[in-house]
């Protein structure tokens, strides 16, 4: 089923009008209350995109190894993909509030212990001791802001523009993210990128935290369904389809981190780092605003399976470039072709996964990309220490090549379910999308 080219206009109050309108951002901004969650949960998810990068920089500046400061960074991700899905399920029982306020402490106090760690030539067991936590208690405000949207929004056509504008914020902080990380940890101090990272989550998540008003109800009701909604996500053939998709996402993120860090040191240009960093997430950013902006008439699960394989052939591309302007205008490339993915991926978890569990799934698909991150750094740092500098590179490359093998087998998990079944699926959309 395909989006209409012209679906109706939905009001600031939740209604639907009968005047036909394309769906865009000065729409999706003019929904009532929406401000309330979108200026905190901006700040507080800014922290998230500093956290890999700052671990990297650190570690690798007091032990001298790229394959160290990857595993110091991947058992931070590993940690925060095995608990964020509990993270979700939690706050889709209990609420938002009531998961944020204990991790946000959690995360800052765990951080904080970490960059006295490695500032004190910590054992390796002791860094990876207090770097789980650390990944554990990371805030998943992105997958909080969906569902919050999911509430004001139902099943009308701006979910998909939501989706993209969401892509397009997470893609802005991975630009400001990395930037600010890589400023403060060679201008500043090696911990300057951490110690930030950790205040910020404690300030942006308790702000977010305090707007209780926009959070989803508790149990996920929407519309007297709520006994039916609680189905763990993790059920859902095509969320488990979904995950892998973004596992090679995460691939991508994390080869590209340490390979660009790498990269730029070996040139002797170390601040190069967090500009083509940038230029990567710049492509992903202005793909997701273009994504938003276009009334989609092709099927998601089509769009999933050619953006994938977009992204599969500029990822192979990337292990050859030995220059910086070849090198950005590939990171360019793979980062136009990263939003349509998590873009479509996010939009499909509206149709295939009950209201009341799609906290959690949002949870999965970020802990998914994580993961992927996680395992992408610690095998693209041994990468560049015993091979050729550039040999990180190959992550990406790997990693979406057998995710695409994944989709390309079991896409037809991703069909989502006759309108018929709504009830059965027990979503309780006020209004079905329509559908051409």
Request: net charge positive; with cysteine.
């Amino acid at each position: 089923m395909a989006s209409t080219v012209t679906p109706s206009k939905k009001s600031p109050e939740g209604t639907r009008t009968t005047a036909p309108s394309r769906p865009g951002y000065g729409q999706l901004l003019r929904t009532r209350g929406a401000w309330t969650f979108l200026l905190p949960g901006f700040a507080a998810r800014q922290p998230f995109a500093m956290l890999t990068i700052s671990i990297v920089l650190l570690v690798q500046h007091t032990t001298g190894s790229y394959g160290v400061a990857g595993a110091a960074a991947a058992v931070t991700g590993v940690s925060m993909a095995l608990f964020a899905p509990y993270s979700g399920r939690l706050a889709d029982r209990f609420g938002q509030r009531a998961v944020l306020l204990p991790g946000v402490l959690v995360h800052t106090l765990s951080g904080l212990a970490l960059t006295v760690l490695a500032l004190s030539d910590a054992p390796l067991w002791a860094l990876f001791a207090a770097a789980v936590p650390t990944g554990a208690s990371v805030p998943q405000i992105g997958p909080m802001v969906r569902a919050r949207w999911g509430v004001k929004l139902g099943g009308t056509p701006l979910m998909s523009t939501a989706a993209a504008f969401e892509s397009v914020t997470d893609e802005l902080t991975f630009v400001l993210g990395p930037l600010l990380a890589t400023a403060l940890c060679t201008g500043v101090g090696p911990a300057a990128g951490l110690v930030t990272e950790a205040s910020l989550t404690l300030v942006g998540g308790l702000l977010f935290a305090a707007q209780k008003g926009t959070q989803p109800p508790v149990g996920g009701g929407d519309g007297g369904h709520a006994r039916v909604e609680h189905v763990p996500a993790l059920r859902v053939p095509g969320v488990r389809v979904l995950a892998v998709i973004f596992l090679g996402i995460g691939s991508v993120f994390g080869g590209m981190q340490v390979s660009l860090a790498a990269f730029t040191e070996s040139i002797g240009e170390p601040g190069m780092n967090g500009v083509l960093y940038g230029v990567f997430a710049a492509g992903n950013m202005l793909s997701g605003l273009a994504c938003g902006a276009i009334a989609w008439k092709v099927a998601p699960q089509r769009r999933l399976l050619v953006g994938y394989t977009a992204l599969a052939l500029a990822a192979s591309g990337l292990w050859a470039a030995h220059s910086v302007l070849v090198l950005a205008g590939l990171g360019l490339l793979v980062g136009m072709c990263i939003a349509p993915a998590l873009v479509t991926g996010y939009t499909l978890v509206e149709d295939l996964v009950p209201a009341g569990a799609r906290t959690e799934a949002f949870t999965w698909l970020t802990g998914a990309v994580a993961l992927g991150q996680a395992a992408a750094v610690t095998v693209a740092g041994q990468l560049e220490d015993r091979l050729w500098d550039g040999a990180g590179f190959l992550v990406p490359m790997g990693g979406t090549v057998l995710a695409l093998a994944v989709l390309v087998t079991l896409r037809s998990r991703l069909a989502t379910p006759a309108r018929g079944r709504t009830v059965a699926r027990g979503v309780g959309h006020r209004t079905p999308a329509a559908v051409d």
